[in-house]
């Protein structure tokens, strides 16, 4: 599996952003998908995950209603719309692809397959 993570950028505090993932190489639609985040000097740490169908999602609490999660397996892509952003979301933002939907304790290690990350700042 091929995953490719575009949309990210520069953006005010208090602002949003959406990054996007495709994912290529292996039918779409059954794999669970994440996204992940790491900031200089932390640990890679999970944002949101949603199940094969979109029906079931999970958020981080630093996150919860303020991120969106969805997909469109039509389209082979994973989204991830970002509002109200904070300084402390500054970091590479990562999609993942796994074969499980955890319903807690997320780790890096459950997933299978990653995309190279793209850059999320926000500006204070």
């Known amino acids: 599996v091929q995953l490719q993570a575009s949309g990210g950028g520069l953006v005010q505090a208090g602002g949003s952003l959406r990054v996007s993932c495709a994912a290529s190489?292996?039918?779409?639609?059954?794999?669970?998908m994440g996204w992940f985040r790491q900031a200089p000097g932390k640990e890679r740490e999970i944002v949101a995950a949603?199940?094969?169908?979109?029906?079931?999602?999970y958020y981080a609490d630093s996150v919860k209603g303020r991120f969106t999660i969805s997909r469109d397996n039509a389209k082979n892509t994973v989204y991830l719309q970002m509002n109200r952003l904070k300084p402390e979301d500054t970091a590479v933002y990562y999609c993942?692809?796994?074969?499980?939907?955890?319903?807690?304790?997320?780790?890096?290690?459950?997933?299978?397959?990653w995309g190279k990350g793209t850059q999320v700042t926000v500006s204070s």
């Open positions: 993942a692809a796994g074969s499980k939907f955890y319903g807690s304790n997320w780790s890096p290690e459950d997933m299978l397959y």
């Open positions: 190489g292996r039918t779409f639609s059954s794999l669970v």
């Open positions: 949603i199940s094969w169908s979109g029906g079931t999602t």
